[in-house]
């Protein structure tokens, strides 16, 4: 992993030395906005990357070290309380946080990580906090993450866990339930590695060939780029293909693959935004002369969705669309049986797609699903109206949590027992160990399958 400060001037000589160097400077911002602020890190740090010019190896280095502390707080925090005896203010913790990750995290040699560490301090809180974080640091150093998690974690399994991997228990204990005893360390591990960049090529407008990087092996528009910026691909660029995970990307297919008999002209996608699989089933729509309507209850999402199917050459929407519309999709602005497939990618706790977002453990809270699977429930029973006899839904989460996945199906299937859940069909059903909690469902997991934890249920109308 670079080290900005090893960085050598003009000439080959050493740059004069910084009080902070950028990357601990923009990470400790971030945290700081993080924690003040609840800023989402993958919206801060570019632009804070960019403001200061740090590309390549250093933006690299500094995503690292902002992503891996906010991950791993949990356990960085049972560290430093081990090495203290009166709780940091916040501000010196989030510098901590960051030496901590550095020594026990990533390969940061430990004269490097405590001393920046120790500048980060004295620059945000003076003199008599950098010698205690001097202290802290080198107690902290003095043994691998191993040993501090053996000593520190509790003994008892959902203990130890929420400690070794930094999960809140609650999390730890929702996964336990959805994955099972023998895999949630492997679930838990994979959530804290940070995903590689997965493209998809928009059939019928760009190849995976075209995009380089290397075939996944799942979906087949899919490529994963082992480095570089996806923007500076051209049909990345052009709007002809987009970054998205490969789990996306098959719920998008399951939901143009359901075998369907007669009319197959008009699919819904009920809750689109920001438009990643709407971009992906209107491609697929348009090779098969459907169309494509898209709906999202929040006006500015409603704009993303409408960003992402129009061409930006062109200005014109994409071939396979017909509209975006911003309305509530338990109370839609159509007409019952319209639509031959619908697609309900429902708003979910998000606990399948950890890797991606540091910050987003520490902000669900369990009783968000108090609210969640109500409107889940809502989203399906109303996207089973809005669907023709014969018609199909597919009902998909990015949680594996069964309060959101089973329960939310078998709570549907219970009001309207006409209903057939029916095997998801096409390229996914040839994903191997992917079974979903019910019969014919599909559970995808990071630690199995690469992808995030996309649930997904096909559910037909009489
Ligand atoms: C999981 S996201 C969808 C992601 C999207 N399908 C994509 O691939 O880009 C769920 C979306 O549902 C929207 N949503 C929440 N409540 C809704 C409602 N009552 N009706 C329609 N959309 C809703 C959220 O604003 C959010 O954009």
Request: with cysteine.
């Amino acid at each position: 992993m670079a080290d900005p400060r090893k960085r050598r001037g003009p000439g080959g000589r050493p740059p004069r030395r910084a009080r902070v160097d950028p990357a601990r400077d923009i990470a400790f911002e971030v945290l700081t906005r993080v924690r003040t602020e609840d800023a989402y890190v993958n919206l801060v740090l570019p632009v804070l990357l960019r403001r200061a010019g740090l590309t390549g190896r250093d933006a690299a280095f500094t995503t690292a070290l902002v992503s891996g502390t906010v991950r791993g707080q949990l356990t960085y925090d049972a560290v430093i309380d081990a090495c203290v005896d009166r709780s940091p203010h916040p501000k010196v913790r989030d510098a901590l946080r960051l030496g901590a990750h550095q020594l026990l995290g990533m390969r940061v040699a430990t004269h490097a990580a405590v001393s920046t560490t120790v500048d980060l301090v004295r620059s945000q809180a003076g003199p008599g906090a950098a010698g205690f974080a001097n202290a802290v640091m080198r107690r902290i150093g003095e043994t691998d993450l191993a040993t501090w998690v053996r000593r520190l974690a509790p003994a008892d399994p959902g203990g130890f866990r929420t400690v070794a991997f930094s999960h809140p228990r609650w999390v730890v204990d929702a996964l336990t339930e959805a994955v099972g005893e023998d895999e949630v360390e492997a679930l838990l591990e994979a959530d804290n590695a940070p995903p590689k960049v997965t493209l998809v090529a928009r059939p019928g407008r760009a190849t995976p060939e075209e995009l380089g990087g290397s075939a996944t092996g799942l979906s087949p528009y899919a490529v994963v780029l082992d480095s570089g910026d996806p923007g500076a691909v051209p049909a990345v660029a052009e709007g002809r293909a987009g970054v998205q995970d490969e789990g996306s990307q098959l719920v998008a297919i399951a939901a143009a693959e359901a075998p369907l008999e007669g009319r197959d002209e008009l699919w819904l996608d009920l809750c689109a935004g920001p438009g990643g699989k709407s971009a992906l089933l209107a491609a697929l729509a348009a090779e098969r002369g459907a169309v494509l309507v898209a709906n999202e209850a929040q006006p500015h999402r409603a704009a993303l969705v409408r960003r992402n199917l129009t061409d930006p050459g062109t200005g014109r929407p994409v071939p396979g669309t017909v509209g975006v519309v911003a309305a509530d999709g338990t109370r839609p602005a159509f007409r019952e049986g319209a639509f031959d497939r619908v697609l309900v990618d429902a708003p979910c706790s998000g606990l399948g797609a950890l890797r991606r977002r540091p910050e987003a453990r520490w902000r669900r809270r369990p009783e968000d699903l108090d609210g969640l699977v109500p409107l889940q429930r809502a989203l399906l029973g109303s996207a089973l109206r809005l669907v023709r006899p014969g018609g199909v839904v597919l009902y998909a989460t990015c949680s594996p949590v069964l309060a959101e996945t089973r329960d939310v199906v078998e709570a549907v299937l219970a009001e309207q027992p006409a209903i057939r859940l029916e095997p998801v069909a096409g390229t996914v059903a040839d994903v191997a160990d992917a079974d979903g909690p019910l019969p014919g469902t599909v559970q995808l997991w990071p630690h199995r399958h690469g992808t995030d934890a996309m649930f997904m249920a096909l559910l037909r109308r009489p």
